[in-house]
C-alpha cells in the first residue's frame, strides 16, 4: 500500500519559515518525481515545486528564492523548506509522486500551513 505522509506544517508569522516533510512507503521513491503542491481556500490546487530522481528542481516564479525542496531517496522523504512566507502562502500543501514510466501519481493526505500574526 502506497502512503505519502506530510509533517510539518503548522501556524507561523509572516516573514517566518517552516520545513515540510513528506515520508513515502510503499514505493521505491527513487523512481518517482516528488513534488509538492497547495491549494488555499477557493482556489485550484497548484504546484509549488518539484524534485527529479538525480536532484533537478524546478519551482513556481512566485517562491523562487525561499523555498527548498530537496529529497532523500534512502530515507524515502522529500523536503520543502519554506521562508519569508507570506499570509496568501496560507494553504493545504500536498505531497504528490509520480512514476517516472507509468505516470502513476500518489498524493498524501496534506498539511496545513497558516501564515498569520
Known amino acids: 500500500q502506497v502512503q505519502l505522509v506530510e509533517s510539518g506544517g503548522g501556524l507561523v508569522q509572516p516573514g517566518g519559515s517552516l520545513r515540510l516533510s513528506c515520508a513515502a512507503s510503499g514505493i521505491m521513491a527513487s523512481l518517482y518525481t516528488m513534488g509538492w503542491y497547495r491549494q488555499a481556500p477557493g482556489k485550484q490546487r497548484e504546484l509549488v515545486a518539484n524534485i527529479l530522481r538525480y536532484g533537478s528542481t524546478d519551482y513556481a516564479d512566485s517562491v523562487k528564492g525561499r523555498f527548498t525542496i530537496s529529497r532523500d531517496n534512502a530515507k524515502k522523504t522529500v523536503y520543502l523548506q519554506m521562508s519569508s512566507l507570506k499570509p496568501e502562502e496560507t494553504a493545504v500543501y500536498y505531497c504528490?509522486?509520480?512514476?517516472?514510466?507509468?505516470?502513476?501519481?500518489?498524493w498524501g493526505q496534506g498539511t496545513q500551513v497558516t501564515v498569520s500574526s
Open positions: 504528490n509522486a509520480v512514476h517516472v514510466v507509468t505516470r502513476t501519481n500518489y
